[in-house]
C-alpha cells in the first residue's frame, strides 16, 4: 500500500490518523515540525504528504512552497484548522493539490486521499504536444508559451494538459473535477474556475480574450488551437 508522510504537530490527531490510515492498509511516517517535515518530505519514496497549515518551526505553506520550487511533485494534501476562502486560494496556489479544513470526518480524508493517489498513478503521455504557441513537454513536464518555460504549479500543468488532450472538445467542470482532481463535484465549488482563471493569466497573450482556454457558457470549457 502506499507510505503517506503526516507532518502534524497536535499529538492526539497525529496519533488518531496514523491508526485510522494504518488500519486502512497504509503505511504512515510522521513528523511533530516544520523543519523535519520538509526534511523527510524531501526524501523520494513517499506517495503523499498530508500537511498542517499551522507548524512550529516552518509554515506548511512554506514547506509546500519549498517542496515545488525544488521540483518534488509528491501529492500534497493540506489539512488545517484555516478554513478560510483565502487560505485554501494560498494553498492551491503554491502547488497544494487539495486542501482539507478542520474538523473533517475521517471518510472524506480517505476519499481524498484515495483520489490523489489514483491521479499520481495515471501514466504520463508519451510525446510533446504542439498546438499554436503552446507545446507541452509530457516527459519533463514543461509547458511552453512562443518558446518561453512557462511556471505552472502541478495542477494547472494538469489542467493544461487534460484539456489540450481533448482539443475542441467541450469538458464539462464535473468531468474535470473528477479527471484532474479525482473526485466527484460538490454543488457550489469554484476550483476549476479559480484554477482556469490562473491558468489564462499564464498562458493566454489576452486573459480577457482567451484563444486557447475557452468558456462554453452553461457546459464547461474547450481547448482550441
Known amino acids: 500500500m502506499a507510505l ?17 490510515l494504518t488500519a486502512e492498509g497504509f503505511t504512515v511516517e510522521s513528523r511533530a515540525d516544520g523543519l523535519s517535515g520538509l526534511a523527510a518530505a524531501r526524501q523520494a519514496g513517499y506517495d503523499l ?15 509546500c512552497q519549498t517542496l515545488r520550487e525544488e521540483g518534488v511533485d509528491t501529492p500534497v ?7 478560510q476562502v483565502d487560505d485554501r486560494v494560498a494553498g492551491l496556489k503554491i502547488g497544494a493539490d487539495d486542501y482539507l ?19 499520481a498513478k495515471k501514466e ?23 518558446g518561453q518555460e512557462v511556471a505552472l504549479s502541478a495542477k494547472e500543468y494538469q489542467l493544461l494538459r487534460f484539456l489540450a488532450q481533448r482539443r475542441g472538445e467541450v ?13 466527484n463535484a460538490t454543488p457550489n465549488t469554484r476550483t ?12 493566454e497573450k489576452d486573459p480577457s ?5 475557452v468558456t462554453v457558457r452553461g457546459m464547461g470549457y474547450r481547448f482550441d488551437g
Open 4 to 20: 503517506l508522510l503526516m507532518i502534524e504537530d497536535e499529538p492526539g490527531l497525529r496519533l488518531t490518523l496514523t491508526d485510522r
Open 49 to 63: 504528504i498530508l500537511l498542517d497549515v499551522m507548524l512550529p518551526g516552518m509554515d506548511g505553506f512554506t514547506i
Open 77 to 83: 494534501l493540506m489539512l488545517t484548522a484555516r478554513g
Open 101 to 119: 479544513p478542520k474538523p473533517f470526518h475521517t471518510p472524506e480524508l480517505l476519499a481524498r486521499i484515495e483520489a490523489l493517489l489514483r491521479r
Open 124 to 146: 504520463p503521455l508519451a510525446e510533446n504536444l504542439r498546438i499554436g504557441d503552446i507545446e507541452i513537454d509530457a516527459r519533463a513536464a514543461v509547458v511552453r508559451r512562443d
Open 171 to 183: 469538458v464539462s467542470r464535473d468531468i474535470l473535477l473528477k479527471e484532474v482532481w479525482g473526485y
Open 192 to 203: 476549476v474556475d479559480v484554477h482556469m482563471t490562473w491558468l489564462r493569466q499564464k498562458m
Open 209 to 213: 480574450a482567451p484563444v486557447h482556454l
